[in-house]
């Protein structure tokens, strides 16, 4: 049940412009719109790695203490600053963006953006505590 | 070269014209009018087909009504999108006589108003439908979906306006006329996705085709392609809106022009009042020689801010450094019970005279104060920006000053015409099957507008009037008869190809522009804000000077086949160089001054309008006869049986 | 303040050339220019053959938009001054077929818009004589900023997602559907769910967010989209249940 | 291709969006930068695994990395769409994405399930 493209009573002079393929590089919007889209990789790689922690822990102490040395790694460390600016970037976006597609109502009035955006941020800094606490309890 | 100079002479055998007002107590003209008329059946109405030209409140109103009542509509508009029309520019609201602030509001306060407004120079009878049908207009609006501003408990809210002392204007915020025109537009395209009216845009009037004494059809010009095609029908309704654009500068659209009517008037419409024109006084000043557009600032604004300048002659001081005591708020002084809101012409009238006596400010010295300092301390800015936001704005994007620091400067400015083509009570015009709607004819504000009447007259006429009198029209006539291919219509579409001809082959060395604004101040400065004979024998001869170098001399660009801007713009200028002459002509012949027709030999002691109803309470109604003859002037007498003939008083 | 600017002018004459290309026009500096009037003027002096839609000049009647110098506006509000020091570049609205010079067909937006039924829908009409629908400011307030949109196609020239993928229905038309669903005085949600959550609907966005980003009037149509597809997933989910919508 | 389900992965994608910005930079933070840059002492491993024996951990990780990876699966898809301009391509990268989401999570649920 597509629309599709009509452009009836089109005129063949009329002109049409492709898209580039490198739309996304001509203005910074795009850009950063294509890198938010892109945090997603970040986000299913460090998913990928909660799984090897897991599967390490499983097969035991040894594997543990290889794990963390192999995180040790230049590579890793690095891999790791990259993947955490992008999710980052992802939490951010997310959360800027949260209060265009929820709108919160109380008692008939729409919140301020502001609210939304700011519960989202406390949130985040009480679940992000909570996790350290619970992580690193001796 | 080719002179139509003069003053016709005063005719005393000039046909009187019947406006064929129905007879009976004037808060039943229209029931019994509407019970009178015939009706075509439901089943039959497929069969008519009426071409409505324009899509603006009128166009658009009147086209979904007869498309919902089952008529063959086809809609025209020279816009890319219908709702681009220039109604969307009106901001300020709607009247209708509801009382919700039971301040002594009624229907009959409303045509009192508007008859006084007007001047004594419109139907009584007219005026009074329209004042009745406002209700319904709101209500219809409102259930079309139209965000009206609303108070607490759910009900509309509402303000006053100029020429009122009741709060009797229905508004969204600063954008009521595009709200209200999105909700005709709305129930147009429903009409047009039901299959009832079909929509065709960028495709303008050029000719009315008129067979055997009716209006049949209309020739149009594809403005993307050049094509000139035929559209034959029924009946035909002229939604065009007004003129006022023959000033050049002015508050419509850049693309607003009398070409419609125009045409239609040259095929036997007679043309009513057109001397009658509107200047607005809360318009952005005048700010350079390119400008090419003028705006408005609603008038909605003149309920909270005070119009002063100082009562120094060349004060050159900034408003704030100039003290209260040597200011001079001059409506206020002048009009004491109705103060800011004095009605337009008057408060054009007196802005105008402040800045003759060089007590204007702003660059040049044309433009006044309009203060918002006394309401932001008494309401506080927040209520205000509720109000107004927008249009402060708006101002701000302008002017780049900021209103809520230091006061707006505003200007009179072109704005609406009351003059338009003559229509009786059922809103025909002296072609049978012509039907004109909206700002386009002459019929209910006699001479000068009310504010936040012209939406209300819009839908008046597109929602409830025309539904009603054009099946009166219909259900007399058999339907179809005549095709595209009928000699007349074949003819009317060679005449119109043979004018785009002639203006392409011209090659002349001036742009249509410069005519267009050569002709705009010739009218500014002899048929505008005020006009003397001495000034309008001079236009008269003149605007035939200029026509001609314009025959010898535009420069119209490319071919017909595509898009061509020039060769819109020169057939429409064209027809302002010939109607501008009809507005001198009945400037002059109107020896009297009414509303927004200031004769400066006519006035009083104090400066305000003389009328003489004596000689002039009637129509003039002129018939066209050759580009080259003098029109014929047709009289329809107007008779105040309700409101008594009055020097209008607004002190 | 510079005394004159240079504006590059994409031109598209097609009985001359294949593709649009740029003129460059030198034109008076003013303060309170916008670059409207310096179009104006380059047609009224330099130029004639210039073509261009314009209309109210006051930023409601959506005729006049046009790309600036990459970013799509209302040109009878960019002023001149906001672009200094030039040269700067005027082009017509991205991803619609270019007619001539600065003019471009809409056609395609006029087809689509009738598709999301941009009306009130009623069940049953409440007849005129019963008087207005109330509405409380509460209600008007939930659909207001939807109800500004001027059509001015500003948001559709914004959006990579309407160039890549043209079926696809597009921010206003999305966001004016969104003005009726969420008025109290509509009852014809129901009526434009299929064509709204369908192929060419909400899903085709991806959330860019420039057609909120250039919308003059604050419209907000992104967050119109995304609200919807809450709306749509809820109804999803009330379509698995046994007593849910149907 | 109709797409009845769109709604429900649009469901998902949200969710695994919401907990992969509330959850992954502390996780990522700590895990990845924190402590192999000795800022912190790793946990001991009798912690941990004592953690992970827990119902509501597993369910947590589970959680945290099932949805995480639909909602990759979902945006990578239509960046590929848009970015590449291979929408042609439409049953191979639905494929691929969903697919490779799919058997994250199973992987995840299958360790979370076997843990001793």
């Known amino acids: 049940m597509s629309l599709g493209a009509h452009?009836?009573?089109?005129?063949?002079?009329?002109?049409?412009?492709?898209?580039?393929?490198?739309?996304?590089?001509?203005?910074?919007?795009?850009?950063?719109?294509?890198?938010?889209?892109?945090?997603?990789?970040?986000?299913?790689?460090?998913?990928?790695?909660?799984?090897?922690?897991?599967?390490?822990?499983?097969?035991?102490?040894?594997?543990?203490?290889?794990?963390?040395?192999?995180?040790?790694?230049?590579?890793?460390?690095?891999?790791?600053?990259?993947?955490?600016?992008?999710?980052?970037?992802?939490?951010?976006?997310?959360?800027?963006?949260?209060?265009?597609?929820?709108?919160?109502?109380?008692?008939?009035?729409?919140?301020?953006?502001?609210?939304?955006?700011?519960?989202?941020?406390?949130?985040?800094?009480?679940?992000?505590?909570?996790?350290?606490?619970?992580?690193?309890?001796? | 070269m080719e002179t139509r100079v003069g003053l016709p002479a005063e005719?005393?055998?000039?046909?009187?014209?019947?406006?064929?007002?129905?007879?009976?107590?004037?808060?039943?003209?229209?029931?019994?009018?509407?019970?009178?008329?015939?009706?075509?059946?439901?089943?039959?109405?497929?069969?008519?087909?009426?071409?409505?030209?324009?899509?603006?409140?009128?166009?658009?109103?009147?086209?979904?009504?007869?498309?919902?009542?089952?008529?063959?509509?086809?809609?025209?508009?020279?816009?890319?999108?219908?709702?681009?029309?220039?109604?969307?520019?009106?901001?300020?609201?709607?009247?209708?006589?509801?009382?919700?602030?039971?301040?002594?509001?009624?229907?009959?306060?409303?045509?009192?108003?508007?008859?006084?407004?007007g001047d004594f120079r419109s139907r009584e009878g007219n005026v009074y439908r329209l004042a009745e049908l406002s209700l319904n207009i709101i209500d219809q609006c409102v259930a079309q979906g139209v965000p009206f501003a609303r108070e607490y408990g759910g009900l509309l809210d509402n303000r006053s306006f100029g020429g009122a002392q009741v709060s009797r204007t229905f508004y969204a915020r600063g954008q009521t006329g595009q709200q209200l025109l999105l909700g005709a537009y709305q129930a147009l395209q429903r009409q047009v996705g039901l299959g009832s009216v079909t929509l065709f845009i960028r495709t303008e009037m050029l000719d009315l085709v008129v067979i055997d004494g009716r209006a049949r059809g209309i020739v149009t010009r594809n403005l993307a392609t050049g094509a000139i095609e035929s559209h034959v029908g029924d009946a035909v309704v002229l939604a065009t809106g007004g003129y006022s654009n023959v000033f050049y500068l002015s508050t419509n659209a850049k693309a607003s022009?009398?070409?419609?009517?125009?045409?239609?008037?040259?095929?036997?419409?007679?043309?009513?009042?057109?001397?009658?024109?509107?200047?607005?006084?809360?318009?952005?000043?005048?700010?350079?020689?390119?400008?090419?557009?003028?705006?408005?600032?609603?008038e909605s604004l003149r309920n909270d801010g005070r119009v002063w300048v100082p009562k120094k002659i060349g004060d050159g001081r900034p408003p704030d450094q100039i003290p209260e005591s040597e200011r001079d708020y001059y409506l206020e002084r002048k009009y004491p019970s109705y103060g800011n809101l004095a009605p337009r012409d008057i408060a054009s009238h007196a802005a105008k005279d402040v800045c003759d006596e060089k007590r204007g400010v702003g660059p040049g010295g044309r433009g006044v104060y309009l203060d918002f300092a006394d309401a932001i301390r008494r309401l506080g800015e927040s209520v205000i920006r509720e109000k107004y936001g927008n249009l402060f704005d708006m101002y701000e994007r302008i002017t780049g000053e900021n209103a809520y620091r230091v006061p707006m400067r505003i200007y009179p400015a072109p704005h609406y015409t009351m003059g338009g083509l003559w229509v009786d009570y059922n809103l025909m015009a002296t072609i049978p099957g012509l039907f004109v709607a909206g700002e386009a004819n002459f019929s209910d504000h006699g001479a000068n507008r009310l504010g936040a009447s012209a939406l209300m007259q819009g839908l008046a006429d597109g929602y409830f009037i025309l539904p009603a009198?054009?099946?009166?029209?219909?259900?007399?006539?058999?339907?179809?008869?005549?095709?595209?291919?009928?000699?007349?219509?074949?003819?009317?579409?060679?005449?119109?190809?043979?004018?785009?001809?002639?203006?392409?082959?011209?090659?002349?060395?001036?742009?249509?522009?410069?005519?267009?604004?050569?002709?705009?101040?010739?009218?500014?400065?002899?048929?505008?804000?005020?006009?003397?004979?001495?000034?309008?024998?001079?236009?008269?001869?003149?605007?035939?000077?200029?026509?001609?170098?314009?025959?010898?001399?535009?420069?119209?660009l490319e071919r017909n086949e595509e898009l061509n801007q020039s060769l819109e713009k020169a057939g429409r200028v064209v027809d302002f160089l010939e109607l501008a002459e009809l507005m001198c002509i009945d400037a002059l012949h109107r020896a009297e001054s009414c509303g927004g027709h200031f004769r400066e030999e006519h006035q009083t002691p104090d400066g305000e309008a003389l009328r003489d109803d004596e000689r002039f309470a009637y129509v003039s109604a002129w018939e066209y006869t050759g580009t080259l003859a003098r029109p014929t002037l047709h009289k329809e007498p107007l008779a105040f049986e309700y409101v008594h003939l009055a020097q209008r008083s607004y002190r | 303040m510079p005394a004159t600017v240079a504006l590059a002018v994409a031109r598209y004459r097609p009985e001359e050339e294949p593709a649009p290309t740029l003129q460059t026009y030198e034109v008076p500096f003013r303060e309170d220019w916008v670059v409207l009037d310096a179009l104006n003027y380059i047609k009224d002096r330099l130029d004639g053959s210039l073509s261009f839609r314009w209309s109210c000049r006051m930023g409601v009647c959506g005729s006049c938009g046009m790309k600036v110098n990459g970013t799509p506006v209302l040109t009878c509000a960019a002023f001149l001054s906001e672009h200094l020091p030039g040269p700067i570049?005027?082009?017509?609205?991205?991803?619609?077929?270019?007619?001539?010079?600065?003019?471009?067909?809409?056609?395609?937006?006029?087809?689509?818009?009738?598709?999301?039924?941009?009306?009130?829908?009623?069940?049953?009409?409440?007849?005129?004589?019963?008087?207005?629908?109330?509405?409380?400011?509460?209600?008007?307030?939930?659909?207001?900023?939807?109800?500004?949109?001027?059509?001015?196609?500003?948001?559709?020239?914004?959006?990579?997602?309407?160039?890549?993928?043209?079926?696809?229905?597009?921010?206003?038309?999305?966001?004016?559907?969104?003005?009726?669903?969420?008025?109290?005085?509509?009852?014809?949600?129901?009526?434009?769910?299929?064509?709204?959550?369908?192929?060419?609907?909400?899903?085709?966005?991806?959330?860019?967010?420039?057609?909120?980003?250039?919308?003059?009037?604050?419209?907000?149509?992104?967050?119109?989209?995304?609200?919807?597809?809450?709306?749509?997933?809820?109804?999803?989910?009330?379509?698995?249940?046994?007593?849910?919508?149907? | 291709m109709g797409r009845p389900i769109t709604p429900f992965l649009?469901?998902?994608?949200?969710?695994?969006?919401?907990?992969?910005?509330?959850?992954?930079?502390?996780?990522?933070?700590?895990?990845?930068?924190?402590?192999?840059?000795?800022?912190?002492?790793?946990?001991?491993?009798?912690?941990?695994?004592?953690?992970?024996?827990?119902?509501?951990?597993?369910?947590?990780?589970?959680?945290?990395?099932?949805?995480?990876?639909?909602?990759?699966?979902?945006?990578?898809?239509?960046?590929?769409?848009?970015?590449?301009?291979?929408?042609?391509?439409?049953?191979?990268?639905?494929?691929?994405?969903?697919?490779?989401?799919?058997?994250?999570?199973?992987?995840?649920?299958?360790?979370?399930?076997?843990?001793?």
């Open chain 1, 7 to 138: 452009y009836t009573p089109y005129h063949p002079k009329w002109y049409r412009r492709r898209v580039s393929v490198w739309w996304w590089l001509q203005t910074w919007s795009y850009t950063r719109f294509v890198l938010r889209e892109l945090t997603s990789v970040f986000v299913a790689l460090f998913a990928v790695v909660l799984l090897w922690h897991i599967w390490a822990l499983e097969l035991g102490p040894e594997a543990y203490a290889r794990l963390l040395v192999r995180l040790g790694t230049p590579l890793f460390v690095v891999l790791h600053g990259v993947a955490f600016v992008f999710v980052l970037f992802h939490s951010i976006t997310w959360f800027n963006l949260a209060p265009k597609a929820m709108v919160v109502r109380l008692r008939g009035k729409r919140m301020p953006d502001w609210v939304v955006v700011g519960s989202n941020y406390a949130a985040w800094l009480v679940l992000s505590l909570a996790v350290a606490v619970i992580l690193l309890r001796r």
């Open chain 2, 11 to 117: 005719d005393p055998a000039a046909s009187r014209l019947d406006a064929e007002i129905p007879p009976g107590p004037i808060e039943r003209k229209w029931e019994r009018h509407r019970f009178d008329m015939k009706l075509v059946s439901p089943a039959n109405r497929r069969r008519y087909t009426i071409l409505v030209v324009g899509s603006g409140l009128a166009g658009a109103a009147a086209a979904a009504s007869l498309g919902e009542m089952g008529y063959n509509v086809k809609c025209f508009s020279y816009h890319d999108s219908a709702r681009r029309a220039h109604s969307i520019a009106a901001q300020g609201g709607i009247n209708a006589a509801k009382n919700y602030r039971n301040d002594g509001d009624s229907v009959f306060r409303l045509f009192y108003d508007t008859v006084k407004g």
């Open chain 2, 257 to 298: 022009n009398a070409t419609a009517i125009w045409r239609a008037h040259k095929r036997g419409a007679f043309f009513a009042n057109p001397c009658f024109t509107q200047i607005h006084p809360t318009c952005i000043p005048v700010s350079g020689e390119y400008q090419s557009k003028l705006t408005l600032m609603s």
């Open chain 2, 469 to 556: 009198t054009v099946g009166d029209y219909l259900a007399r006539t058999p339907p179809g008869g005549v095709d595209t291919g009928h000699p007349a219509v074949e003819a009317a579409e060679a005449e119109v190809a043979t004018r785009v001809a002639q203006l392409l082959g011209i090659r002349g060395m001036r742009t249509v522009d410069s005519f267009h604004r050569e002709l705009g101040q010739i009218m500014w400065d002899h048929c505008g804000m005020a006009r003397n004979e001495g000034g309008l024998r001079y236009a008269l001869g003149k605007i035939p000077e200029l026509r001609q170098e314009f025959r010898e001399n535009v420069r119209v």
């Open chain 3, 89 to 246: 570049r005027v082009e017509p609205l991205d991803y619609f077929p270019v007619v001539r010079d600065l003019v471009v067909d809409l056609s395609d937006f006029m087809r689509k818009l009738k598709k999301v039924k941009p009306w009130i829908l009623r069940e049953e009409e409440k007849p005129l004589a019963e008087g207005e629908y109330r509405q409380t400011p509460d209600q008007l307030d939930a659909y207001k900023q939807f109800s500004m949109c001027i059509n001015c196609m500003l948001c559709y020239s914004a959006c990579p997602i309407y160039g890549l993928e043209p079926s696809f229905i597009g921010p206003a038309a999305i966001a004016l559907a969104q003005r009726y669903n969420m008025d109290s005085r509509d009852q014809g949600a129901r009526e434009r769910l299929e064509i709204l959550s369908g192929y060419d609907g909400i899903w085709q966005c991806t959330f860019v967010g420039e057609c909120t980003k250039v919308c003059p009037k604050n419209v907000d149509p992104a967050g119109a989209i995304q609200q919807y597809k809450l709306t749509s997933a809820v109804h999803w989910l009330k379509t698995l249940l046994p007593w849910g919508a149907r």
């Open chain 4, 10 to 116: 649009w469901l998902l994608f949200s969710v695994g969006g919401t907990v992969s910005a509330l959850l992954f930079p502390v996780h990522l933070f700590l895990t990845g930068l924190a402590i192999p840059l000795g800022w912190i002492d790793p946990p001991r491993y009798e912690a941990l695994i004592g953690l992970l024996r827990h119902p509501i951990t597993r369910l947590y990780l589970f959680v945290i990395i099932a949805f995480p990876l639909v909602h990759w699966a979902h945006r990578f898809r239509y960046t590929l769409y848009d970015g590449l301009q291979i929408k042609h391509l439409t049953a191979l990268i639905v494929v691929f994405c969903y697919g490779a989401a799919l058997v994250g999570s199973a992987a995840a649920a299958y360790l979370l399930w076997n843990i001793p």
